[in-house]
């Protein structure tokens, strides 16, 4: 009884903790706050299988992982339905700066909006993406590069 009260504290901590990444990733990745919804369950409900089989090593990264994972996931289902825009959606603890500027990343291809958005805004190193998104560090410095040029057209577009 205490072990099923004690998995579940850990998972509330976690959920507690990790919530708010795990919701800007989505909805930064599918665009639209239903998707989003959905994924975010999704990745949670997996967390909680997964801590009772073991917990991950890097419960963080493992998160950010099958979130990107998760929301690719639903895309390729979701194809063709109509999403909200980023105007109608309140994004949990993004300032007004980084509103305009999520919306900018949300129009990067699906590679460079990941690498762009997990270097910049959660913090990770080009090899920690690199091992999140499978792929060398190389790819991902590509892609950040890629992604500010893009972002820099955009923002001189303007």
Same mark, same amino acid.
């Given at each position: 009884m205490n072990q099923v009260i004690e998995e579940l504290m850990e998972y509330e901590d976690y959920l507690e903790q990790y919530s708010n990444m795990v919701t800007r990733i989505c909805l930064v990745h $599918?665009?639209?706050?239903?998707?989003?919804?959905? +994924?975010?369950?999704?990745?949670?409900?997996?967390?909680?299988? *997964? /801590?009772?089989?073991?917990?991950?090593?890097?419960?963080?990264?493992?998160?950010? $992982?099958?979130?990107?994972?998760?929301?690719?996931? +639903?895309?390729?289902?979701?194809?063709?339905?109509?999403?909200? *825009? /980023?105007?109608?959606?309140?994004?949990?603890?993004?300032?007004?700066?980084?509103?305009?500027?999520?919306?900018?990343?949300?129009e990067l291809p699906a590679k460079h909006r990941d690498a762009v958005y997990l270097h910049y805004y959660e913090g990770y190193s080009?090899?920690?993406?690199?091992?999140?998104m499978d792929a060398r560090e190389g790819t991902i410095k590509s892609y950040l590069k890629r992604g500010r040029d893009k972002l820099r057209k955009f923002l001189t577009q303007d």
């Open positions: $599918t665009g639209n706050f239903h998707d989003a919804q959905d +994924c975010y369950q999704n990745v949670f409900f997996a967390l909680y299988k *997964q /801590l009772k089989k073991e917990k991950p090593r890097n419960v963080k990264a493992w998160l950010v $992982t099958v979130s990107i994972n998760e929301c690719k996931r +639903c895309m390729r289902f979701r194809l063709g339905i109509s999403s909200l *825009q /980023l105007d109608e959606l309140v994004l949990p603890t993004f300032n007004d700066n980084d509103t305009e500027m999520i919306k900018l990343i949300m080009v090899a920690e993406i690199a091992s999140i």
